[in-house]
């Protein structure tokens, strides 16, 4: 059964970037009908969708993060990754990489779109 | 991008039935039929319970339904038992392929 899980470095200073890798097995990250997607969670607060990247490289970010947060897939190691620029203690956070389902119907209209499969999570710090 | 409205928290006894709202926009919620509904216990990842307002991923239980009128889209839970206290959380699609996320529900089991 495919399986993400996220790897780094569980404390950034502020200012620096903080850097993710999700890494797929028992699958293919180069599958047609997902995208991969991470998405966070402060310690006691609500779940906030980071990004999403498809195989060929497209991306779509939160606009609100959109100037700091860039996403990348590396298809030759199953994996994709997260880099957040200039993190304050507010981007401390679960960082969860998910699996995003995404289809179209005969008409052309969008189907899907939700998050099948999640990693279990990592805790990113921003500290000095 | 904005983020879905939700109730902070509702509460049911064992066997009753609850409702958890999750008021969009015309842009998310109101204009695709593509909400999808996430269970999280504490300290685990979230779980997909319904994709599509109202569709059952395999696996999970029929007492688990999604509805949507208009800007809101609803999650009902039917006959509660104690292993349902957990966060619930709304997610919709949004234009330009973004999404938006509610607040989230602490479901309560009394």
């Known amino acids: 059964q495919l399986q993400l899980q996220e790897s780094g470095p569980g404390l950034v200073k502020p200012s620096e970037t903080l850097s993710l890798t999700c890494t797929v097995s028992a699958g293919s990250i180069s599958s047609s009908s997902y995208y991969w997607a991470w998405i966070r969670q402060p310690p006691g607060k609500g779940l906030e969708w980071v990004g999403s990247?498809?195989?060929?490289?497209?991306?779509y970010y939160n606009p609100s993060l959109k100037s700091r947060v860039t996403i990348s897939v590396d298809t030759s190691k199953n994996q994709f990754s997260l880099k957040l620029s200039s993190v304050t203690a507010a981007d401390t956070a679960v960082y969860y990489c998910?699996?995003?389902?995404?289809?179209?119907?005969?008409?052309?209209?969008?189907?899907?779109?939700?998050?099948?499969?999640w990693g279990r999570g990592t805790l990113v710090t921003v500290s000095s | 991008q904005s983020a879905l409205t939700q109730p902070a928290s509702v509460s049911g006894s064992p066997g009753q039935s609850i409702t958890i709202s999750c008021t969009g926009t015309r842009s998310d919620v109101g204009s695709y039929n593509l909400v999808s509904w996430y269970q999280q216990h504490p300290g685990k990842a979230p779980k997909l319970m319904i994709y599509e307002v109202s569709k059952r991923p395999s696996g999970v239980s029929n007492r688990f339904s999604g509805s949507k009128s208009g800007n809101t889209a609803s999650l009902t839970i039917s006959g509660l038992q104690a292993e349902d206290e957990a966060d619930y959380y709304c997610?919709?699609?949004?234009?330009?392929?973004?999404f938006g996320i509610g607040g989230g529900t602490k479901l309560t089991v009394l």
């Open positions: 990247i498809y195989h060929s490289g497209s991306t």
């Open positions: 997610c919709s699609y949004a234009t330009s392929s973004t």
């Open positions: 998910a699996r995003l389902l995404v289809d179209y119907d005969s008409s052309g209209y969008a189907t899907g779109w939700y998050f099948d499969l």
